[in-house]
């Protein structure tokens, strides 16, 4: 009865309550294996990074939900960053200039994707692969392969300063991560975006507008990805042409962490931060103890490997499995069946029936929440 309570409860929790226990768990094994980077500079210097992560995993985040999967972020990351440099020069001035430019192409970029997924009916994973290449392009024509600009000194002052001794990313990051997860959880259009995502077949018998919905998270999460550029831009001060080719698996990663659904619906953009803080501690742990980046990049991959393996364990067996042996023999010593209905006397009443909190919920026994 023991096993079967803790199984019902880690079941019946919220799946994404496990990445704050798995970060917990790597911070206090962190102390053992590389104590440098638990000290509170160390911890400091790593939630920028982690901060730029859970930006562009709100826009995976919102994409997985809708059981598309994003391959536009690195290039997006990229080219926005280019033009947040290279449109200003240097001048402030022309800052809100670059921003205009920054957003329009992420509107661009979205719409397209969306429309691609919506009206010609193209998978997620290649209508975003075929538009990543496009900006890939863009970003070719605009640098002619080489880039070395700087960011406006306004920018750099803001994405690598602070507020009241916190990093402005992550002051950024924690509004934006809260706003898109208030509008999800407690509106309407929240409610129609995850009724879209966790069954496009009845949300559109039920009259909500599936492809406006679709097409709309497409742009949200371009947008998501254009904002996470301009302040890696601000921050690292001098963005490459691979700035943003480090996010891809690492949103992924992310999400997956955070227990959003891949198969739609379910989904905490709140998770998916934490599992940014999660793989940025790992990849401080993982440098400190000596690795090599392509280590870092195998754990990642192990990460979603795992992730998904876990998704597929079948919670609600089990639980039916310990609710059988918890039971126990009856009186005469057979075990308990319930096909030979209810029984009368000593030990054989109606009450002797397992309970129906034993029995497995429809939430629990859903893959997306084991």
Known sequence: MALDARLRAISLSSPSAAIWIATALLFLLSFVLAPSTTNPNAILGILPFAALLALAGIGQTL???????DLTVAPMITLSAILITKIPN????????ALTAVAVVAIVAGLISGLAVTRFWITPVVATLGVGALLSGVVLQV??????GSAAPALDAFAFGKTFGIPNTVIVAVIAVAAVAIVVRNTVI???FVAVG????????????????????YVVASLAYAFTGVMLAGFVGTPGLAAG???LLATVAAVVLGGTALAGGNGSVVATAGGAIFLTQLSAVATGMGAPA???????????????????????????AAASSGR??????TPPSSSDGPTHGPGGDRSEAPSSGLAPSRRSAHPANG
């Open 245 to 247: 080719d480090g996010y």
């Open 198 to 217: 966790a069954n496009p077949e009845a949300a559109l018998a039920a009259g909500l507008p599936v492809d406006r919905i679709r097409v709309a998270t």
């Open 190 to 192: 929240g409610r129609w």
């Open 63 to 69: 994409v997985v939900q809708q059981r598309g999967l």
């Open 90 to 97: 240097g001048n402030d001035a022309l800052l809100p200039v």
């Open 328 to 333: 126990g023999p009856s009186v005469d010593g």
């Open 294 to 320: 392509p280590a870092q990049l195998i754990l990642e991959g192990t990460i979603i490997a795992l992730g998904m393996g876990l998704r597929n364990v079948p919670w609600h067996r089990l639980r039916r």
């Open 143 to 148: 640098t002619g392969g080489a880039f070395s």
